[in-house]
Each structure stands twice: as C-alpha cells, then as structure tokens.
C-alpha cells in the first residue's frame, strides 16, 4: 500500500499558485518525499524531491513539515499545461522502487 | 541522449500471443526498472536491474512475465500467453545506483489485448 495519502482532486484558477497536499505520517528517517506528475497517457515526469528541508527548482517548491509527516508541492503560477495527475511517493533514497497511490488530479481553469 | 525510450509505443495483440517491449534507459544510469499502470491507478513496480542482473521482482510478475537485461544496457519485457488482463501501460525507468538522485521514465508502451 502507498504510504501517502493526498486529495483525490483539486481546481486551480491559471496564474495562482497551485498547492498540493500530501500526508505521509509513517515516513522513516531515511526517506525521501519524491513528486511526480503524468500528463494523460504520458509517462510520469519527475518535479522535485527532498528529505527534510525545503526544496526549490525550475518547476516547484517542496515544503516539508518539521516532523516530516506531511509535505505541499507549490506550483507558484499554475498554467494549463500543469493539468495533470500529481503523485507524491516516499521512498528510501536509492530504491526506486516507487509505491504509487492514486493522486491528486489537478486540474488548472482558464 | 533525451532520456527513457520505450518501443514500441502501442501495440495491439490477439489474446494468447506472445509480446515483447523494450526499454533503451538513459545511457549511464544502472538501475532499471519496469512498472505496469491500468487505467485510473497509479503506476505498480513490476521489477528492476542493477547492470544485467535482476534483483527484484513483484509477486504481479506472473510465470508469463520475463524481463531481461543482457548487457546491462537496454532491457526486454516479454508476455506470453496474453490474457485481456494484461491491457495496460507499461512504463521502463531508468536511473543510477544510490545517493540522492531520482528515477526518469519513459512514455511507455501501451498494450491492448484483444
């Protein structure tokens, strides 16, 4: 079972900022919070990652808490093409072997 | 190199034939892994490789599945036997060994058996 738990849906008006939930309460000390997101009938595409500090890059920022049991993906301004499935996995660093839950379908209005 | 690249793309299949996909991973990375996806769920962990050998594989990876990596570069997925149950995305991802670094995906074979 996926160790995550995010919002099945969420609008988000084009221009604002998007922010995306994820609870992992069960994360251990040497897991990683990784996001992706899938663009329909595309391959998951990585967007950031982090252990316990905040992470920023091209994309998205990542907040994580400072108990590590929930973290929030920012897309600072949300444009259409960000309308996707976003997926937040915890993994211990170098496994790979991702445990995919269902998701947060993020759909960006015009 | 532009990353994960998957061959075929679609593929469409009579129940009971056999199939093959293959998987080019981006050129130095070591590890690489298969996932099948079914319509509405996310992406499930089939298997994965280390260089050409096979370290691990998921109790969804039926005795039809097998997955192969001769040379440590590209790998195969072949399914015999097709059943309908099988209709879905597969996904290859590829990546190098520990540390803190992430896993980058292709885009995937669809199978559709018919």
């Known amino acids: 079972d996926a160790k995550t738990t995010q919002p099945t849906s969420m609008d988000c008006a084009e221009g604002r900022a998007a922010n995306l939930p994820c609870n992992h309460s069960t994360i251990s000390g040497n897991e990683y919070v990784y996001w992706y997101r899938q663009i329909h009938s595309q391959g998951p595409q990585y967007i950031i990652h982090?252990?316990?500090n905040n992470e920023t890059n091209e994309m998205a920022s990542l907040i994580i808490t400072e108990d590590r049991k929930s973290s929030t993906l920012i897309l600072p301004h949300a444009t259409l093409r960000d309308t996707a499935v976003y997926y937040c996995?915890?993994?211990?660093?170098?496994?790979?072997?991702?445990?995919f839950g269902t998701g947060t379908r993020l759909k960006v209005l015009a | 190199d532009t990353g994960v690249s998957q061959d075929p793309r679609h593929k469409i299949t009579k129940r009971g034939q056999n199939v093959t996909f293959r998987c080019d991973p981006i050129s130095e990375h070591n590890r690489l892994y298969w996932y099948r996806q079914t319509l509405g769920q996310g992406p499930e962990f089939l298997t994965y490789?280390?260089?050409?050998?096979?370290?691990?594989k998921s109790r969804l990876l039926s005795d039809r599945f097998s997955a192969e990596r001769p040379k440590g570069s590209f790998s195969t997925l072949e399914i015999q036997r097709t059943e309908q149950g099988d209709s879905a995305m597969y996904l290859c991802?590829?990546?190098?060994?520990?540390?803190?670094?992430?896993?980058?995906f292709g885009q995937g074979t669809r199978l559709t058996v018919v």
């Open positions: 982090g252990l316990k």
């Open positions: 490789f280390q260089n050409e050998a096979q370290l691990e």
């Open positions: 996995i915890v993994s211990e660093t170098g496994t790979y072997k991702y445990i």
């Open positions: 991802a590829s990546s190098l060994v520990g540390g803190n670094t992430e896993a980058f």
